[in-house]
């Protein structure tokens, strides 16, 4: 079992609140979740990794000319991509909040989707099938699921330990040395509790029973160890309508959940973000949960 370490009082320090390994910020890292709700089966947080120095103007200017080739005029001013409302064909505005029909929205969802290989841009992700948190009323509804808010929250949290640590596997072995990152994350209430557990969890300071045991088969995916100690300690939290880069992640990790939970109609849009090649995604539905990457051969999917 992973045992605990000496926390520094230097700042500023890792996500595991030891010292940094680098000196240079180089990438920032946009997560997003998708299927954190009660309704779903599979819970999964995806991350995007951006070089800020080579990458991070091109992608966010690519993405706003996608606005322009494909969205009427009439509703550009506004416009969010929003995953699960581009692919039922519709779009939000964000200064009335009203729906509308969108014709193209899934075209948009699928351009969107084919950024990531565009731009060589990595992704991570992790996920938790629910089935072992699902908790039923007495007597349970015929043909309905129920799982309790926190026990969902608990699964969002794990997902984004298991996303993260393959982000620290990234900065180890394929960024140069002494590069860091830092996480950016949606600025709403669910994601900051969910972010906050799984922080504890990083700290790995007084976990006991099934926390401790957790903690040891999820260090296991993390090359060389933990502590993590090329990720920086303090997340930022954005609004995704003000940040096109989470709704980039948010169309990543819409996408890989329909996939994780075996959904109909996804077949071109997971096309569109692996190219056609779907075996880094491996689909385990015996696993209670695993991580992978994309654009990343070095790396392997692990099912743990």
């Keep these: ?28 890292v946009y997560l997003d979740e998708s299927g954190t709700d009660i309704h779903s089966s599979v819970a999964i947080v995806a991350a995007v990794i951006i070089d800020t120095d080579e990458q991070w103007k091109p992608v966010e200017k690519y993405i706003y000319g996608l606005i322009e080739e494909l969205v009427p005029p009439e509703i550009q001013d506004g416009f969010v991509f929003h995953a699960n409302d581009l692919f039922h064909g519709r779009t939000k505005n964000i200064f009335d909040k009203k729906k ?21 841009l990595p992704i991570t992700f992790g996920y ?47 960024a140069k040395s002494k590069e860091l990152a830092k996480l950016i994350a949606e600025d709403s209430q669910p994601t900051r509790k969910a972010v906050e557990d799984a922080h504890t969890l990083l700290m790995g300071q007084n976990l ?56 109909p109609h996804n077949q071109a849009f997971v096309d569109a973000l692996t190219h056609g090649n779907i075996a880094p995604l491996k689909r385990n539905e015996s696993a209670d949960g695993g991580n992978g990457s994309l654009m990343s051969p070095i790396f392997s999917v692990k099912n743990l």
């Excluded at 009082?9 to 920032?28: F, I």
């Excluded at 997340?235 to 329909?258: C, H, N, P």
């Design 1 to 28: 079992m992973s045992k605990s370490w000496k926390l520094t009082k230097e700042r500023p320090c890792s996500l595991s609140g030891v010292r940094l390994n680098g000196d240079s910020l180089s990438r920032h």
């Design 100 to 120: 509308y029909p969108f014709e193209a929205g899934p075209e948009v969802l699928r351009r969107m989707l084919e950024i990531p290989g565009k731009f060589s």
């Design 128 to 174: 938790v099938r629910m089935r072992e948190v699902r908790k039923w009323p007495d007597p349970p509804p015929k043909n309905v699921r129920v799982i309790k808010p926190d026990l969902a929250s608990e699964c969002h949290s794990e997902a984004y330990v298991r996303c993260v640590l393959l982000v620290e596997n990234y900065m180890r072995v394929i």
């Design 208 to 263: 006991k029973g099934e926390r401790a045991k957790k903690f040891s088969d999820l260090s296991w995916s993390l090359q060389g160890g933990l502590p993590l100690d090329r990720i920086i300690g303090s997340i930022g939290f954005e609004k995704k309508t003000d940040t096109v880069l989470l709704q980039l992640a948010d169309a990543v990790a819409y996408t890989l959940q329909r996939f994780h939970e075996g959904k």
